[in-house]
């Protein structure tokens, strides 16, 4: 089983940056692809990027992308979430997933098999 811990979160002004760290406890976590969600009080956990095991392939979110950058250093077990030009309405908690199943990269919550327990982004106007 994968432990996840996220880390950097915070209070950021719009057009702002943040880096999101999610950190592995499995030494093998080359073998998930891994993925990023997000969810803003009162609404559904939506798909933000994600990345194949050895970082060839993401995708992202139209909401996000050219703006956000899903990365991942499989030596340090770790997988990244760079965020720039941040919005109000990118204001949620945020979540690393771990997902074993091989094909296409998963974008929906139900595909991933392990979660971190997330780390809150509030982007202020």
């Known amino acids: 089983q994968v432990q996840l811990v996220e880390s950097g979160g915070g209070l950021v002004q719009e057009g702002g940056s943040l880096r999101l760290s999610c950190a592995a406890s499995?030494?093998?976590?080359?073998?998930?692809?891994m993925g990023w969600f997000r969810q803003a009080p009162g609404k559904e956990r939506e798909f933000v990027a994600a990345i194949s095991r050895r970082g060839l392939s993401t995708y992202y979110a139209d909401s996000v992308k050219g703006r956000f950058t899903i990365s991942r250093d499989n030596a340090k077990n770790a997988v990244y979430l760079q965020m720039n030009s941040l919005k109000p309405e990118d204001t949620a908690e945020y979540y690393c997933a771990a997902d074993s199943r091989w094909g296409v990269l998963g974008t929906t919550a139900s595909r991933y098999d392990y979660w971190g327990q997330g780390t809150q982004v509030t982007v202020s106007s």
């Open positions: 499995e030494r093998t976590v080359s073998m998930y692809d």
